[in-house]
């Protein structure tokens, strides 16, 4: 019996917004750290719809933490001012690698959003979907509503928000 290699997709903005909606922030060195124990993660991409300047340092923190870390293409002149909607990236990668490569087991999804619905019915399907993890009820898609319990989850359930939260550090006197 081989052992579980399982890949994260993770749509960064909307775990952003999603866990800043709720008043907490993500431990970036945490959640690899989660998706490792918790869901055998051996490869996680976090995806960003643009790149800026001012996010060097956590697109630095999120390479130390083991992410690959990528970014939504633009034309030069956009590059900063553009929404960074990384719905059609995430999902041409997913099906991409399902197509390129064998060496792994599942797919895990981090996002709310519903643009995904289709191709998490089709990856349940061909039986490579793992689990999509919401970032908070809220911004769970309607369209999830049907999917069995077994392939979803919540980040901010107790248990696992208490695993990934940043804590801010106390600073001593």
Request: charged share 30%; net charge positive; proline share 2%.
């Amino acid at each position: 019996m081989h052992k579980e290699s399982n890949l994260a997709f993770i749509d960064g903005q909307n775990l952003h917004l999603g866990t800043a909606e709720n008043g907490w922030k993500i431990d970036h060195k945490k959640l690899r750290i989660y998706l490792k124990e918790k869901y055998h993660v051996d490869e996680a991409y976090y995806f960003f719809g643009y790149v800026s300047d001012e996010q060097q340092v956590v697109y630095s923190n999120l390479q130390k933490a083991g992410f690959i870390v990528v970014f939504r293409q633009h034309i030069s002149t956009l590059k900063g001012t553009k929404k960074g909607n990384v719905d059609t990236d995430i999902v041409f990668e997913i099906m991409k690698t399902i197509i390129e490569r064998k060496d792994f087991s599942n797919i895990l999804l981090i996002s709310g959003d519903g643009d995904y619905k289709r191709m998490v019915d089709y990856l349940i399907e061909k039986s490579v979907f793992k689990k999509i993890l919401f970032p908070n009820r809220k911004f769970a898609s309607s369209l999830y509503r049907k999917l069995a319990p077994a392939y979803f989850d919540y980040l901010t359930v107790a248990g696992v928000r208490s695993k990934i939260e940043y804590i801010q550090k106390k600073r001593s006197p």
